[in-house]
Structure formats: C-alpha cells, structure tokens
Nanobody, 120 residues
Framework: VQLQASGGGLVQPGGSLRLSCAAS????????MGWYRQAPGKQREFVAA???????NYADSVKGRFTISRDNAENTAYLQMISLRPEDTAVYYC???????????????WGQGTLVTVSS
C-alpha cells in the first residue's frame, strides 16, 4: 500500500493549485484522508481532512480558500487551493487511514510530500 502525492509547484500570490493524493495497493477501504504541511523551519501542521462519507475539517488558516474532496472509487483525495498566499509555502503531505485486505484495523499511511511555493 502506498500514497502518491502530486500537483505541487510554483504559483504567484492569489493563484491556484490542485493537489492529488492517490492510494494504491491491496486496500479494502480508505477511511479518513487528509493533508498536513510543513513550512521551512516550522513544525508540521494540519491543513484539511475528509471522512469516507464526505465530512470535512479545515485549519482556520485555510478555511474559505482550500477545499478537500475525494473519489472513493479511486481512493484518491484532492486539495483545491485558491487565493494562495506566500505563507502557504510548504511541503504538503497527504495521509490516508487505510484498511488493507485481510486486516482488522486501518493504519495511517503517508505520501512522500509535494512542494508548494507561493512567490512572485
């Protein structure tokens, strides 16, 4: 089982990006999926999460600008980011609480991180 994050890049302030996080492997069910980020010199912080039923939760700093969604059939989560600010610059890490085939309990898996740079 692995998670593959993609979609990062360089964008100007006010711009938009869409991150993807695709889970693959022997997955029975994907429970919560979400994103954290880590800016240079700072601790990793929560960004957004989504349950398998579509319930969402956001950090106050991104509410109204970021939208998390998912495609359960593809075990993929997305993070649509608009009105990006320089302070959004960070490595974004996705995670998934995934239940593997033959296992009783889900386990948290992490993607490799994708860099988002907001700069003019």
């Amino acid at each position: 089982v692995q998670l593959q994050a993609s979609g990062g890049g360089l964008v100007q302030p006010g711009g938009s990006l869409r991150l993807s996080c695709a889970a693959s492997g022997s997955i029975f069910r994907a429970n919560d999926m979400g994103w954290y980020r880590q800016a240079p010199g700072k601790q990793r912080e929560f960004v957004a999460a989504i349950t398998s039923g579509g319930g969402t939760n956001y950090a106050d700093s991104v509410k109204g600008r970021f939208t998390i969604s998912r495609d359960n059939a593809e075990n993929t989560a997305y993070l649509q980011m608009i009105s990006l600010r320089p302070e959004d610059t960070a490595v974004y890490y996705c995670y998934g609480d995934l239940k593997k085939n033959g296992f009783v309990y889900p386990q948290r898996y992490w993607g490799q991180g994708t860099l988002v740079t907001v700069s003019s």
